[in-house]
């Protein structure tokens, strides 16, 4: 939430210090409202422009606007800072995968059916491709509202709506407009037309301007036709200008409150170059956009493009763990390997990472240690001989191995004996780094 | 009726280090070309509003040894000269437009060959022998084991103004010692902590090393393995070396091959990832946007190993400093 002072609020107030809100000035309830001790609504007399005027002024400084309908809605913007470590990063940005509809039908299905595919479920998460954008080419208005038909029939993904041409757009929302999608783009020569579709059919509208100025003007006669629901389109003319117009972009909105550009961003990247659009794909989701199109969809190229936006978008205050339970990699037997970890994600997945580099099969049993590292973990008694015995025998791996040996991190190679003495088993030091796992397991492991 | 934009723009207190690297033989070294990086005024690449005098400079990876566990989609392209350091890095130079070679003396790990510090001494000798280009050496990362070979590696490098590391909190008298000595520039090595990095660098410093000498590595993580913690400590201390803190505003170096290359996005064939398609794409791909983030929080010098990563990264390169797309 923008900030308003007891002084701006004071402003909008009917001045008469008549007490109604139980406080014995207009000035002293307004600094109330400012510390958001006490709601405007405790006013009586306060005025409808002045609650509009408020509240507008106290809306965040990004709006967050939605794309598509029920469980596949997707939130774009709403952003709070410049850079992730302050808090975090809201929303991910959408990947969308362009079709055109100049295809032929047989083309067009199969180009579907690969955009649909393009889902992974990378370190147990599921991360995909969220939208297919349509593209009107040069061809006539049914050809766009054809090939938008089958895409909306056959792929679940949100639509976002690509013509210059208003009527081609009007009968591509008579198929789909209760699916939200999201209509491309308002410029200065057609904004009326296309804020009237976006109007009548409750959809939001992207805007495109070549220039920041150009931008928050069109925002504006935009707005002042009624649609709210806004995504920014800057045209970008290379990596430089792009990165410097979402920079200013999204200081504008965050630390000047510009409300002309308070809104997600989405920029198009596509390029003949499937290294360069994924350049361009990956630092547009770290610097600033909330919705990227994409040319590319063959899985090699999204999945790096995905992975960037999982990690970048991850919560910084919330350690990230994984499930503490006992995991297999490969298909261990009796004299496989049982390793001991810990449930931060990042330790964890290093560790399997290396296990699975040394072509050992093995039990990886992972200890609660709240999301913490091993050195950590130790260092704040969350990972300690109580805990990893309890472990242990919680999983019962130790019945479905013969040989009784536990290996722990070398880094707390101090707890062995007490282990060995609470749990009965002969406890091994593994190495310090997880570098060190493969040729831990392949040189000194003796099932 | 035009909008009026308020300004944005940010003027920090502070710039990021220059480092040359290199020395011809007017300064006493033997190098035909010298590596400028840092000097920026602002967040990378922010053009309009600071100068960002140098570009991100590649450095290509060479081994001392021939490896053994490079797959072979990245091995292919080294294999024919990578029994010989010098050829190798020649190929690097020649054939790939490395801006500098990054030798790692990968052989001295006591647990892969445990070669001696005479042959460290010969490996960096037949590269600079061998190439114009500056020189980085980066040592094995077992602590005794660098302080045994170092003393030989920055003396055959005397003078030639080669970037060596690493140093850490644990572990650098000897090698701050040995580049005062024989004029070499540090790699301060910190492990993703914003706090330790800053503190490598007052140690290095408190030896009287000049903080004009040291590139930081604040270690590196390979996208989809942490590459989010070591972004944000990246970024921050990027900030706060523009906000004025000395004992941050040095460049920083990625070492990025050496990590991709060991997970399994690049490092897995098509029959035991069928799902995520040809590792010949995926691969140096997974390297060169791993390369790509690190470039918007401050990278100064990439190690890269695939050559279809380098010159991608050059091209992103070239379009952040201000070339146009399309």
């Known amino acids: 939430m923008a900030k308003l002072t007891g002084i701006e609020i004071y402003k909008h107030l009917p001045k008469t210090n008549c007490g109604d809100c139980n406080f014995p000035t207009c000035m002293a309830f307004a600094m ?20 509009a005027a408020l509240s507008e002024a106290q ?26 470590h302050e808090e975090k990063f809201h929303h991910p940005t959408v990947i969308a995968i362009c079709v055109q509809d100049d295809l032929s039908e047989d083309k067009l299905a199969q180009r579907i059916e690969k955009i649909n595919q393009l889902q992974f479920v990378r370190v147990g998460q599921l991360i995909g491709v969220n939208a297919i954008a349509v593209e009107h080419t040069a061809g006539e208005t049914s050809r766009f509202a054809q090939t938008v038909k089958l895409v909306a029939e056959r792929s679940p993904l949100a639509l976002v709506l690509s013509s210059t041409d208003s009527q081609a757009l009007k009968a591509a929302l008579e198929i789909c407009a209760e699916r939200r999608p999201l209509l491309c783009a308002a410029t200065k020569e057609n904004f009326k037309e296309f804020a009237a579709l976006a109007k009548e059919a409750q959809c939001p509208l992207a805007v495109r301007a070549a220039t920041l100025e150009e931008l928050a003007e069109l ?37 000047k409150n510009f409300r002309a550009v308070g809104y997600p961003v989405m920029v198009s990247v596509t390029s003949s170059d499937p290294f360069l659009e994924t350049a361009y794909a990956a630092m547009f989701v770290c610097k600033y956009a909330s919705l990227i199109v994409l040319n590319g969809a063959e899985r090699w190229q999204v999945l790096p493009i995905l992975t960037v936006r999982q990690n970048i978008f991850t919560d910084p205050q919330v350690p990230n763990a994984v499930e503490a339970k006992l995991y297999k990699v490969g298909e261990p037997g009796p004299h496989s390997p049982v390793l001991v970890t810990t449930n931060f994600a990042l330790t964890y997945f290093t560790v399997e990472s290396e296990v699975e ?51 722990i991190p070398g880094l707390v190679a101090v707890l062995k004996g007490e282990i060995e003495e609470l749990g009965g088993w002969e406890v091994l030091v593994g190495p310090e780094e997880a570098a060190g796992i493969p040729a831990y397991l392949r040189n000194e492991w003796k099932g | 009726m035009p909008v009026a934009i308020p300004d944005v723009k940010k003027s920090w207190a502070n710039a990021i280090n220059t480092v040359t690297l290199g020395a011809t033989k007017d300064e006493g070294g033997t190098r035909t070309k010298k590596v400028t990086v840092g000097g920026a005024t602002s967040l990378p690449f922010h053009h309009f509003e600071g100068a960002m005098p140098y570009p991100p400079a590649i450095a290509m990876e060479v081994w001392d040894v021939a ?58 000798k037949r590269v600079l022998e061998s190439v114009g280009v500056p020189l980085i050496v980066w040592g094995t990362g077992n602590n005794d084991k660098d302080n045994e070979i170092f003393p030989a590696v920055a003396e055959a490098a005397s003078g030639e103004n080669c970037l060596l590391g690493t140093i850490t909190e644990d572990n650098y008298k000897t090698l701050i010692a040995l580049c005062t000595a024989y004029k070499h520039k540090v790699i301060a090595e910190s492990p993703c902590d914003v706090n330790i990095a800053k503190q490598v660098n007052i140690l290095a410093t408190d030896m009287g090393f000049k903080p004009e000498d040291i ?6 993580a390979a996208l989809g393995y942490g590459l989010e913690y070591v972004y944000s400590v990246m970024e921050r201390a990027r900030l706060a070396a523009l906000r004025g803190d000395k004992m941050l505003s040095q460049p920083m170096i990625c070492d990025i091959g050496i990590e991709v290359w060991g997970v399994k996005e690049a490092k897995a064939s098509e029959q035991e990832l069928p799902e995520w398609g040809p590792q010949r794409e995926r691969g140096p791909l997974w390297e060169a946007t791993t390369a790509y983030v690190y470039l918007l929080t401050g990278a100064d010098i990439l190690v890269l190993r695939h050559p279809r990563a380098v010159a991608s990264v050059r091209e992103a390169i070239k379009q952040l400093m201000g070339d146009g797309l399309k």
């Open chain 1, 32 to 51: 109330q409202v400012a510390a958001k001790k006490v709601g405007l609504e405790q006013c009586p007399h306060v005025s409808a422009e002045a609650k």
């Open chain 1, 59 to 84: 809306a965040p400084p990004m709006r967050t606007v939605t794309l598509g309908t029920g469980d596949r809605a997707l939130k774009l913007g709403g952003e709070t800072v410049l850079f992730r």
């Open chain 1, 219 to 255: 925002t504006q006669q935009v707005k002042a036709l009624g649609v709210e629901d806004l995504v920014l389109q800057p045209e970008i003319s290379g990596l430089a200008d792009g990165l410097a117009k979402l920079t200013q972009l999204r200081r504008l909105a965050l630390e």
């Open chain 1, 357 to 407: 580099n040394s072509r050992v099969p093995s039990y990886i049993a992972v200890v609660d240690t709240g999301g913490l590292g091993v050195l950590n973990a130790y260092a704040d008694d969350k990972l300690t001989a109580e805990a990893i015995v309890k472990a242990v025998k919680t999983y019962g791996v130790m019945e479905q191995v013969a040989h009784k040996k536990l290996i």
């Open chain 2, 67 to 124: 490896p053994q566990d490079w797959p072979e989609v990245l091995a292919e392209h080294f294999k024919d000269v990578w029994h010989d350091p010098g050829l190798w890095a020649k190929k690097c130079v020649e054939q790939y437009g490395a801006d500098l070679i990054c030798l790692r003396l990968a052989g001295c790990d006591p647990v892969r060959q445990n070669r001696g510090p005479q042959e460290a001494a010969q490996a960096v």
């Open chain 2, 215 to 220: 590139v930081m590595y604040p270690t590196s």
